[in-house]
């Protein structure tokens, strides 16, 4: 059940907040130029290269090493706001050099190693804004509605990054368009760093008390349905390629992403009653039902799996966010966010390699199946630990 939320947590009273429009914007545009990246990094290295093989590992590795370091630059930023200009400046030069060494055709060992490197400095713009939005607003259901209008418009960019990102190649050519995309750090940065300097210190992120945001009660049980909803949807995907094709897959993954969106939004218009610890049980088990659809074989009941499917990872992500400011306390919850993140797109790698075992070696119809049995044991395992929390107060980090 649920009601509609009060004006003061209305879309509307949260983008006039105080210090919002500005933050929001420039927290847009610097999440761009991460939204179009993509196909113009991987066609840039393939030009570089000359291998499609080469191209492929070199991004992937990039992705592993943007994933795994993304808390330790949240830690770093959250300690040193200053940081965030420094990471800005080096991510810049580098990814320029990188587009660089692939137009003039490097040595391989060379791209590569300016890949990697560069993968380490991108700033930490979704952790830093969510932690912001918590700051920012006056009681949770206006949290609730910032994280969800945050958590929409980020996915909308990741949605229409790929296609903006095909525009710029198409018309400037891969190594080219990833030096465009240099144009879209500093000018997203560059704002968001100014905008930073111009709110009071009261809503800037604190100094990171000692210890990892993972030893906070309960914070760890979050992390496992966001792992398991990115390999579900990445196993789902490859599962719907084999089974319909590169249109139905493209059609899919589609309503995916709109349903992620519109799920989002609804859920940020309302306040839900029950515990927020044991909604992300309800989401998994919710999405694992989804997941089970595809193995009928009806393409129309499918799409719309596929939908609520998208609408309950986006809504596990808000949740999984607000969970961050229950369970972890201020001055670490930056990192914690960015261990969200973490979580996954580690979930996305994990689930790109079985999915493609599990399809060559049992058929998409078991690869569906699969992906729902994966979902009902993270919802078991949430559970478990979920009416666990809820009977606990959190402790302090490094407690």
Known sequence: MSRPSRGSAS????????????LFTAAMLARLSYGVIGLPLLLA?????GSYAVAGTVAGLFGLVVALLGPARARLVERRPAALTWLSVSYTALLGGLATACAVHAPVPLIA???????VCPPPVGPL?????????????????????DTAAESTVFALGPLLGGLLVAGLGAPVAVGACTVLVLVGFGLLAAALR??????RPTVARSGSPLRARGFGSVL???????????????????ARGTVAAGV?????????????????????RGPLRLRPVLLVAVAACCYAVPALGVLPATAVAALLAGACTDVLLITAYQLVEELVPEGARTEAGAWVNTAYNLGAALGAAAGGVLVDRAGPTTAFGGTAG???????AGAAAALGAVRRRPSPVGA
């Open 374 to 380: 994966l979902l009902a044991g993270c919802a078991v």
């Open 11 to 22: 879309y509307r009273a949260v983008l006039t907040l105080p210090h919002a429009p500005r």
């Open 252 to 272: 899919l993954t589609t309503l995916f992403a709109v349903g992620g969106v519109l799920g989002g939004l609804l859920y940020g218009g309302h306040r839900w």
């Open 113 to 119: 190693a300016t890949a990697l490197v560069t993968g």
């Open 224 to 242: 496992l349905p966001v792992l398991g909803a990115a390999a579900a949807f990445t196993v789902f995907e490859i599962a719907v390629v084999a």
């Open 198 to 203: 111009g709110v009071p210190s009261s809503v």
């Open 45 to 49: 290295l393939y030009e570089g290269t």
């Open 129 to 149: 804004m969510r932690t912001l939005w918590g700051r920012l607003a006056a009681d949770e259901a206006q949290r609730q509605s910032a994280l969800s209008l």
